[in-house]
């Protein structure tokens, strides 16, 4: 009986782990005005990429829990290495919200 309990505990896990729509992909703030889209890319390694981002480059990401981290590099007049964590309010297959210090942006997969 204990061996069917845990069985059915594991694969009630996993089935609920596999409803959670994964953050890898390519992610774009909608651009209300026609400009270019810009966000990132999420890839499956681990590494990260900006797209038509000025002065960011992002290099590296992690999710822990409901946080995304983001690792860059800020590529202005001063470059400096950043870490930036974002609350994951919402995550479906097609959209991401994410929040920082009260504000939310919304982006879309492409």
């Given at each position: 009986?204990?061996?069917?309990?845990?069985?059915?505990?594991?694969?009630?896990?996993?089935?609920?782990?596999?409803?959670?729509?994964?953050?890898?992909?390519?992610?774009?703030?909608?651009?209300?005005?026609?400009?270019?889209e810009?966000?990132?890319?999420?890839?499956?390694?681990?590494?990260?990429?900006?797209?038509?981002?000025?002065y960011?480059?992002?290099?590296?990401?992690?999710?822990?829990?409901?946080?995304?981290?983001?690792?860059?590099?800020?590529?202005?007049?001063?470059?400096?290495?950043?870490?930036d964590?974002?609350?994951?309010?919402?995550?479906?297959?097609?959209?991401?919200?994410?929040?920082?210090?009260?504000?939310?942006?919304?982006?879309?997969?492409?």
């Amino acid at each position: 009986m204990k061996r069917f309990l845990f069985f059915t505990l594991v694969l009630t896990t996993l089935g609920l782990m596999s409803c959670t729509p994964s953050a890898v992909g390519t992610w774009v703030e909608a651009s209300d005005n026609g400009t270019q889209e810009h966000g990132f890319t999420l890839n499956k390694d681990g590494s990260a990429e900006s797209l038509n981002m000025n002065y960011v480059e992002f290099r590296s990401w992690e999710k822990k829990g409901d946080l995304l981290i983001l690792k860059g590099v800020n590529t202005g007049s001063v470059k400096k290495e950043f870490s930036d964590t974002m609350k994951i309010e919402r995550i479906t297959k097609t959209d991401l919200s994410l929040s920082q210090a009260g504000y939310t942006v919304t982006y879309s997969r492409k």
